[in-house]
């Protein structure tokens, strides 16, 4: 039963910041909602998409970030609600079509939410997607608590059809992925009536005509934002520091505010409208104090418009100390935490931090160095990515060219890790292993001697490893591209790609298979099960020895997670202690040293290998590995 | 209640079931109509690293997601050397941790770039960071009641006994019917009873007349 729809105002229950955001956009009547999926955005939509049919709406996981925006675009520009969602990686792929839509605005309402990554907590950076708002010139929004995700969503479609343009709002792991209590309100009885009017084209050219319109419609945003709810002051009138915060971080300094007992002297700036800022506003909080201290992740972007806003309007102000990124006060990089804002508003006041017991600290101390052993990230147990990178190390070491292994964004990016066998050589952006690849195999006529290949998931092949095949085929690169076809965009919960046979929604879709997308642009094409590793590898090194143009191999195995919701493990494992010879194996314990599935651990008791019956699941491959067969695989 | 806001942590190992664990608890809580905010940190989570979860409880506000150093007031523990990670950065001498006993070695243990602790010591460090402590093989539980993934819920159990979190059989059962289905109801609930069982008698001699509400 989803609470997402429930049609019960004043209802109170427990959502997560995403699901906030999905509930805010059905509030407001969204009538199209689309996404690439990535953390930590992926819950907007697929929450939207599991009361799709019921709301009568239209859901989708898109080919990536760009397409997502242009359909919602389509929406918006057919008086239609749209909600696009991306992760802030999702967005440098939009952007090109970002700034130019901004330009010709919309007739309906688009609201862009771009979940950002403080600390890179599930990304490969920490990019502070705000600057895109200011670039842009679209209004920006950043949401401080889970009802306030809600209640900014539903405003932000209603801002983005009066000002006619894009309205982006800008969220945080610590909210997207945090879960609270929200409020329901009502659910609209009337949506617009959908219609392209034709008689007025969108188009950007001459930007000397449209551009000033862009600024007009920011404008108009300013002047409706002013007075917003999201912004406000809490504190003494005359206090000796300002808190300027928005977004995760308002949490922070509020609880910090009162663990040191500062409430009587420092105040709180809450900003919910980043861009523009709510300048009256700020210029009156301003001339209380002397003092000023930022908290927001991961950029100095409000910081940096504060102090211009001060610098343009220096007459009418006191002398102000700006403390935080630009200062040194607060580390220009990674989120926030409690530990952190008290440790900072602690020094700043000279209030002294909560009690510290001393022989807990130094107990903790020793914990923490002997008694809590390090967990590197891991392949999943029975994770067809394992035995894929197995099979890569196995046929390249057999090469022995030194042959280049490129790859990208996927669970597979583990793969330049230990539990990968260190075999990824590069790891930047979607589909960038393979634009480099083909670069790389490109290279023998300028004198490159070492076999270029690349690694890519099934939803990123889809997602932007297209364009570099076709690069390769036509400039005739010989390199070759290994899809680890896992049928499911795994990584972000499993969400359909174009390769599956059903669409968000859960109806049946047109699936288009990757080898059919090779063989249609003439590459040679080959698939395999990289459980049978030594085929696998076999086949991998074959393909790399002979120079024609690109070649693929489809290495197709099910996620072990999407598997193990669907059956039972295929097969029980279980070693004969009789046959492992523990440290005395020629490849001194090959299995739990070298192949590190985690279902298999090590028995310091027996000095032997021995199954994790809580972890494995049943895949068997190791049983194909162990050097004295040892590892006895039975069908379950 | 004991404490406002009250602070919990569910830490463990990706793959445990620390997410759901800290949903129906914070389902349950907002049903009675407490402020509930969860922090969680996965993404990473499914992939072998140590996950946690923060659940806060208050009467009076909505509090952030992340808990202060050393202010969590219960750590419900699916991996003993998890709970001596967490209880070095948010236990306190009051903290009251429950812990399931049996180890998830990560890989790096695995394949002997570090050692994992002798248990006994570890049991016995974690008492030294710990107000109340309270051990118990969840997983060993589960294993015989046919899944592993059932450790979170028997360790659900355990917290509700002696009024440490006000969980029932009939509020945990239809916050599970809400977040994942009818037909799971059962099994978890067998889960749960079985947890109660194991802790019961230990927790109601331990903090007899210190109750959640």
């Known amino acids: 039963m989803p609470l997402l729809n429930l049609n019960e105002p004043g209802k109170e229950v427990l959502f997560m910041g995403n699901e906030a955001i999905a509930r805010g956009a059905l509030e407001a009547g969204v009538q199209v909602a689309t996404a690439y999926p990535g953390n930590p955005s992926s819950e907007i939509i697929a929450s939207l998409a599991g009361v799709a049919p019921e709301q009568g709406m239209y859901v989708e996981w898109s080919v990536n970030e760009k397409v997502a925006l242009e359909i919602a675009a389509a929406a918006a520009c057919s008086n239609m609600n749209a909600l696009v969602a991306m992760k802030q990686n999702g967005l440098n792929v939009a952007s090109d079509f970002l700034l130019n839509l901004n330009l010709t605005g919309i007739r309906g309402a688009l609201v862009m939410v771009v979940a950002d990554d403080p600390s890179g907590i599930s990304s490969t950076n920490e990019e502070d997607s705000r600057i895109y708002a200011k670039l842009a010139d679209i209004p920006l929004l950043e949401p401080s608590t889970f009802q306030e995700a809600k209640e900014m969503t539903l405003h932000a479609f209603d801002l983005s059809r009066r000002i006619g343009n894009v309205v982006m709002i800008r969220s945080v792991t610590r909210i997207s992925h945090a879960r609270g209590n929200v409020v329901l309100g009502p659910l609209p009885a009337v949506l617009p009536a959908p219609h392209f009017d034709t008689s007025k084209p969108f188009c950007p050219m001459p930007s000397s005509a449209s551009h000033p319109v862009l600024h007009r419609r920011f404008s108009e945003a300013e002047e409706i934002l002013h007075d917003s709810a999201f912004n406000f002051y809490e504190g003494p009138d005359n206090p000796e520091l300002i808190v300027i915060t928005c977004g995760a971080g308002w949490f922070f300094a509020k609880e910090a505010i009162e663990l040191l007992r500062l409430e009587a002297k420092t105040g709180i700036l809450k900003i919910g409208t980043t861009w523009p800022l709510p300048k009256e506003l700020l210029l009156k909080t301003l001339k209380k104090t002397e003092r000023v201290l930022f908290l927001e992740e991961v950029d100095p972007v409000l910081e940096n418009n504060v102090a211009s806003q001060y610098a343009f309007h220096n007459r009418q102000l006191p002398a102000i100390e700006f403390m935080g990124k630009n200062s040194g006060h607060i580390p220009s990089t990674g989120e926030l935490s409690p530990e952190l804002v008290l440790r900072v508003l602690s020094k700043i006041s000279g209030a002294p931090l909560p009690h510290q017991d001393e022989e807990h600290a130094a107990r903790a101390k020793e914990a923490l160095a002997n008694y809590a052993p390090s967990r590197s990230l891991a392949f999943c147990a029975g994770c067809p990515h394992r035995s894929s990178l197995w099979a890569i190390k196995k046929a390249l070491v057999l090469d022995g060219r030194d042959a280049v292994l490129f790859g990208d964004i996927g669970c597979y990016s583990l793969g330049i890790f230990s539990t990968g066998f260190f075999q990824l050589k590069t790891l930047h952006a979607m589909g960038s292993g393979t634009g480099m690849a083909c670069g790389f195999g490109k290279f023998a006529d300028v004198g490159v001697t070492q076999p270029s290949l690349a690694v890519c998931g099934d939803s990123t092949f889809f997602h932007s490893v297209v364009p570099g095949l076709i690069n390769a085929v036509h400039s005739g690169s010989h390199f070759l591209l290994i899809v680890l076809d896992n049928n499911a965009t795994a990584m972000t919960g499993f969400q359909p790609h174009p390769g599956s046979p059903v669409n968000a929604m859960g109806s049946p879709a047109v699936a288009i298979p990757i080898e059919d997308v090779c063989r249609a642009i003439g590459m040679e094409t080959t698939i395999r099960d990289p459980f049978d590793l030594e085929e696998t590898s076999r086949t991998i090194y074959e393909l790399i020895q002979e120079r024609s143009g690109p070649k693929a191999l489809v290495l197709r195995h099910e996620c072990a997670l999407v598997s193990a919701r669907k059956s039972k493990p295929r097969y029980k494992l279980r070693v004969d202690p009789e046959k492992c010879i523990g440290e005395n194996c020629g490849c001194d314990r090959l299995c739990t040293r070298v192949f590190k599935c985690p279902g298999l651990i090590w028995d310091k008791a027996s000095a032997k290998s021995k199954i994790d019956e809580a972890i494995c699941a049943g895949c068997g491959v190791c049983a194909d590995i162990c050097p004295a067969r040892a590892i006895i695989r039975e069908e379950a | ?213």
């Open chain 2, 1 to 213: 209640m004991l404490k406002d806001p009250y602070n919990i942590i569910i830490a463990g190992v990706g793959g445990q079931g620390n997410v759901l664990g800290s949903q129906l608890i914070g389902a349950i809580l907002v049903e009675q109509k407490y402020k509930v905010t969860i922090g969680e940190t996965y993404g990473a989570s499914q992939r072998g690293g140590s996950v946690m979860s923060h659940v806060r409880i208050s009467r009076v506000r909505q509090y952030g997601p992340l808990i202060p150093p050393g202010a969590a007031d219960l750590i419900i523990a699916l991996e003993p050397s998890e709970a001596a990670r967490v209880l070095a950065h948010y236990g306190n001498s009051d903290t009251v941790a429950v812990v399931n006993t049996r180890p998830v070695y990560s890989i790096d243990v695995t394949s002997g770039s570090v050692a994992y602790p002798d248990m006994d010591e570890l049991l016995q460090k974690i008492r030294g960071l710990a107000g109340r402590t309270f051990f118990l093989d969840a997983t060993e539980k589960a294993l015989k009641m046919g899944n592993p993934i059932l450790a979170n819920i028997v360790m659900l159990g355990a917290v509700s006994c002696g009024g440490m979190l006000p969980i029932t059989e009939s509020n945990l059962g239809k916050a599970i019917c809400e977040i994942l289905s009818e037909n799971k109801v059962g099994i978890n609930l067998q889960a749960f009873a079985a947890g109660r069982e194991l802790t019961e008698f230990a927790i109601k001699e331990e903090i007899s007349g210190r109750n959640f509400l």
